[in-house]
């Protein structure tokens, strides 16, 4: 598979929350806060990209993977909204696949929207 991005994941707040920056290859990036709530017993994770807007997705764990789930406005171009699923899947080799899919009918149906792996990285990101 090729290299599409790089992610910096880092733990904040004494391990209560988890920041994702996305830097890809070529294009703008952007980056997720994420956080449990003991409360809820849900994850949470704000997504804001290089365009305007943010996108707010919930969810937890769901067998053997976490699954998180948002409404995102024009993320298939303007007034193109859907829902989208988010579901990070442990790999045995130790990365982990971040399966995407869409639903444009209020989550009655499910299609790909993208499908990346996650491994760690073993030499620092290249700066830009």
């Known amino acids: 598979l090729p290299l599409i991005a790089h992610s ?3 733990k904040l707040y004494a391990g209560c929350a988890i920041r994702e920056n996305w830097m890809p290859v070529g294009g703008t990036g952007g980056g997720s806060l994420n956080n449990y709530d003991s409360a809820t ?3 949470h994770q704000t997504w804001v990209g290089s365009a305007a807007g943010r996108v707010e997705f919930e969810g937890g764990l769901t067998g053997d993977r976490m699954v998180l789930t ?11 909204d859907a829902l989208i699923r988010m579901s990070y899947i442990p ?4 990365s982990v696949r971040q399966l995407g899919e869409q639903s444009t009918d209020h989550g009655l ?5 993208f499908d990346f792996i996650y491994r760690k990285r073993t030499t620092p990101i290249p700066a830009k």
């Open 8 to 10: 910096r994941i880092e």
């Open 41 to 43: 017993k849900r994850w």
């Open 70 to 80: 948002g409404f995102w406005a024009g993320v298939n171009g303007p007034g193109q």
């Open 91 to 94: 790999q045995a080799d130790g």
């Open 109 to 113: 149906t499910w299609g790909p929207n």
